[in-house]
């Protein structure tokens, strides 16, 4: 039995020098990269009326009426839009209010500052452009820029 017992009492290896924790790697943060904003080749007021419109249809996809409008819609009305050179939204202004309507004016102005920035005017300093809002009783609409016309 004492046999046994020597047995346990071996001692247990010496213990393995360690090796020093490695150095904490620093990370530096990346800087997040700048968006690039879409530009406009634009020359004058109609041309950019263009690529706002597809801007704004782009952005609001679920919300534009698909085919031909109806005869009566529930609102028509005529915004200016001022975007200064950085595609900003600087000044709107009812040229013919939908007055029946001020809910769908106040959705109009949202969903235009919403879309800001809009494309750079890189040809224009700012640019002040006009467009016809078609608006459905549904809360859908199309712009009579790119309308697929009216019944």
């Known amino acids: 039995m004492a046999a046994w017992l020597v047995g346990c009492s071996t001692p247990p290896p010496p213990p393995q020098a360690s090796a020093p924790p490695p150095a904490p790697v620093v990370i530096k ?3 997040p990269a700048k968006p690039q904003l879409p530009t406009s080749n634009a020359r004058n ?4 009326r263009v690529d706002a419109a597809k ?15 109806p005869p009566m819609l529930y609102a028509v009305g005529v915004l200016d839009v001022e975007v200064d050179k950085q595609g ?7 040229v013919r209010a939908p007055g ?13 500052r919403q879309a800001a920035p809009y494309p750079v005017p890189a040809n ?14 549904s809360g859908k609409f199309q712009l009579d820029t ?5 019944d």
């Open 146 to 150: 790119l309308t697929e016309g009216q």
């Open 124 to 137: 224009l300093n700012k640019v002040v452009y006009s467009d016809v809002w078609l608006w459905h009783k």
């Open 100 to 112: 029946h309507a001020p809910e769908v004016m106040k959705e109009i102005e949202k969903t235009v």
């Open 55 to 69: 801007h704004l249809y782009q952005l609001n996809g679920a919300r534009i009426f698909k085919g031909r409008m």
């Open 45 to 48: 007021a109609q041309e950019y």
């Open 88 to 94: 900003q939204v600087t000044r709107t202004y009812w």
């Open 29 to 31: 943060p990346i800087e």
